[in-house]
């Protein structure tokens, strides 16, 4: 890295009121395309095929997904060893209840986000599937399913009581599942009052304040301009996530700042158009999906194999490595902005941030 660009993005990050924590990370040096192979393996699309994932796959790391529930029974959560994987499910629709009811996510959207996190199609023997490979970002992390809302993410403005009651009960519990990263791929319109985005952005900062990443999707009304994110990705403590397409282009619905307050937002992009993951209907069913949703759980996962890596990082911690080792697509590398924020998050350059500084000796 050449000196200049060195000292420049420690400027910025002194002279952010949005970063609080510092730390020196060589800037990607080349970007990673994203790409979709036919034996869907997501780690694929963040640069981290091997060996340059170092092993890392999410063990003994449990990631919340609040979302829509989860069909257990799927073959990559473990088929009906799920108790494997989904480690807690919790219905906040129906008072807390913690057996998945038949009926537990009748739109597949907590199913799919949960599988492009922790999908382990490793040891599936169905014959006649040519997904055998099916893996998420995090194969061996734990889920902690919490369904807060029923049908869409689009706007949850009337589960907000129901978000609130789940983030309360899972600061309290968070340490009986090793919760360490929350995922949360949904949101309220922009267009919605001051108070109401106020309010779930203040219950984001109060999950990270117990030392939870928080993760949340950026949302999709980017066509209309910006000023477009969601609550609470707009919460300044959220790790926010844009959407690209396989090119690495922005994809035009996803959401841009400044939020409400004139936050910089979105923090960070990744895949989110046409993205294959798990689905109701079948042990063996499988679909796409598109939106901030999808790209939503790429970060929750690699969150996820940070946290493998090092596991006494911070929740702003691992905000701002996986934020300062992204790579824009667009405009100045080195300046954060409301539309790619950070830039695409780069799975390898993460990681390796972590690594110890090489030693070079002379003779």
């Given at each position: 890295?050449?000196?200049?660009?060195?000292?420049?993005?420690?400027?910025?990050?002194?002279?952010?009121?949005?970063?609080?924590?510092?730390?020196?990370?060589?800037?990607?040096k080349s970007y990673n395309k994203l790409k979709?192979?036919?034996?869907?393996?997501?780690?694929?699309?963040?640069?981290?095929?091997?060996?340059?994932?170092?092993?890392?796959?999410?063990?003994?790391?449990?990631?919340?997904?609040?979302?829509?529930?989860?069909?257990?029974?799927?073959?990559?959560f473990g088929g009906l060893n799920w108790e494997d994987k989904i480690i807690g499910y919790y219905d906040w629709e129906i008072n807390g209840t913690t057996t998945p009811p038949e009926d537990v996510d009748p739109n597949s959207h907590g199913t799919i986000v949960s599988s492009i996190i922790a999908g382990d199609g490793s040891t599936r023997d169905d014959p006649f599937s040519p997904l055998d490979d099916y893996s998420?970002?995090?194969?061996?992390?734990?889920?902690?399913?919490?369904?807060?809302?029923?049908?869409?993410?689009?706007?949850?403005?009337?589960?907000?009581?129901?978000?609130?009651?789940?983030?309360?009960w899972l600061k309290y519990n968070k340490d009986n599942y090793s919760v360490r990263v929350a995922s949360m791929s949904l949101g309220v319109s922009y267009k919605s009052s001051e108070n109401i985005k106020r309010y779930l952005d203040n219950l984001i900062d109060?999950?990270?304040?117990?030392?939870?990443?928080?993760?949340?999707?950026?949302?999709?009304?980017g066509e209309f301009g910006l000023?477009?994110?969601?609550?609470?990705?707009?919460?300044?403590?959220?790790?926010?996530?844009?959407?690209?397409?396989?090119?690495?282009?922005?994809?035009?619905?996803?959401?841009?700042?400044?939020t409400y307050d004139n936050i910089i937002k979105p923090d960070v992009c990744a895949p989110g158009v046409g993205i294959k993951g798990a689905i109701k209907g079948g042990t063996y069913?499988?679909?796409?999906?598109?939106?901030?949703?999808?790209?939503?759980?790429?970060?929750?996962?690699?969150?996820?194999?940070?946290?493998?890596?090092?596991?006494?990082?911070?929740?702003?911690?691992?905000?701002?490595?996986?934020?300062?080792?992204?790579?824009?697509?667009i405009g100045p590398r080195t300046i954060k902005d409301n539309i790619q924020g950070w830039g695409v998050v780069q799975g390898y350059a993460a990681i390796d941030a972590l690594n110890p500084p090489t030693e070079i000796t002379t003779n």
């Open positions: 890295m050449k000196k200049s660009h060195y000292c420049f993005l420690i400027l910025l990050v002194i002279l952010s009121p949005l970063v609080v924590y510092l730390i020196s990370v060589d800037l990607p979709l192979s036919a034996d869907f393996n997501a780690q694929s699309y963040l640069g981290l095929e091997d060996p340059l994932n170092e092993g890392l796959t999410g063990n003994n790391i449990t990631v919340a997904v609040l979302d829509t529930g989860i069909y257990e029974t799927h073959s990559v998420g970002i995090a194969p061996n992390s734990n889920l902690l399913s919490m369904k807060v809302f029923y049908d869409s993410a689009e706007d949850i403005t009337s589960d907000v009581g129901t978000l609130e009651n789940a983030i309360e109060s999950l990270v304040d117990n030392n939870i990443l928080t993760v949340v999707a950026a949302g999709n009304d000023g477009t994110i969601e609550s609470p990705a707009s919460a300044e403590s959220a790790l926010s996530v844009g959407a690209v397409d396989n090119n690495g282009e922005m994809a035009t619905f996803s959401a841009k700042g400044p069913s499988y679909g796409f999906i598109s939106g901030t949703s999808a790209s939503t759980p790429f970060v929750s996962g690699l969150a996820a194999l940070l946290l493998e890596k090092k596991n006494n990082l911070t929740a702003l911690e691992l905000k701002n490595i996986i934020s300062l080792t992204s790579y824009r697509t």
